[in-house]
T-cell receptor
């Protein structure tokens, strides 16, 4: 079974607005990663946050991690049509970095 | 740097036939992963290699799926015989390995359709 669950399953916003996606997981983790997947393509790594970090930024992306609530959020600011994609959280745990992906959020940014 | 290469991009076979997928990871990456992604779902790990050794194959249906990583570089995933439920995208990924805080780099996958 998949450990992470994203919320919402689908999100539609206007260009320029902010998009927030949430991820919940069940067990202790080493790190949490966010990936983007465009239709028909492989996943692209966006950002990795370690279990001892609470917030991380990369360009228009902001990720938070709350290990007490076992949850993370991904904020995309000033969205663009090119941000239209599915977004997945992935949790890494164990000595060999076993990675489990969530169910994904499908984001549509309307120009 | 060159990315993860996968072939073929598409494959259509009939049930009970055999199929094989090939993956060439990024040079120097010790860890290689095979995932199955069913439409509308997240990737599910099938097998993880560290160099040429298997570290996790707990979700690999071993009665029909097999995988090998030759000399710790290229890898092949085989399905024999295929079932209708195997229709999915098969993704290969690699990472530097060792340190647990390394991102994975994905190929574009092989889309398998079973008739």
């Amino acid at each position: 079974s998949q450990q992470g669950e994203e919320d919402p399953q689908a999100l539609s916003i206007q260009e320029g607005e902010n998009a927030t996606m949430n991820c919940s997981y069940k067990t202790s983790i080493n790190n949490l990663q966010w990936y983007r997947q465009n239709s028909g393509r492989g996943l692209v790594h966006l950002i990795l946050i370690r279990s001892n970090e609470r917030e991380k930024h990369s360009g228009r992306l902001r990720v938070t991690l709350d290990t007490s609530k076992k949850s993370s959020s991904l904020l995309i600011t000033a969205s663009r049509a090119a941000d239209t994609a599915s977004y997945f959280c992935a949790t890494a745990y164990g000595g060999y970095q076993k990675v489990t992906f969530g169910t994904g959020t499908k984001l549509q940014v309307i120009p | 740097e060159a990315g993860v290469a996968q072939s073929p991009r598409y494959k259509i076979i009939e049930k009970r036939q055999s199929v094989a997928f090939w993956c060439n990871p990024i040079s120097g990456h010790a860890t290689l992963y095979w995932y199955q992604q069913i439409l509308g779902q997240g990737p599910k790990l099938l097998i993880q290699f560290q160099n040429n050794g298997v570290v996790d194959d707990s979700q690999l249906p071993k009665d029909r799926f097999s995988a090998e990583r030759l000399k710790g570089v290229d890898s092949t995933l085989k399905i024999q015989p295929a079932k209708l439920e195997d229709s999915a995208v098969y993704l290969c990924a690699s990472s530097l390995g060792g340190n647990s805080n390394q991102p994975q780099h994905f190929g574009d996958g092989t889309r398998l359709s079973i008739l």
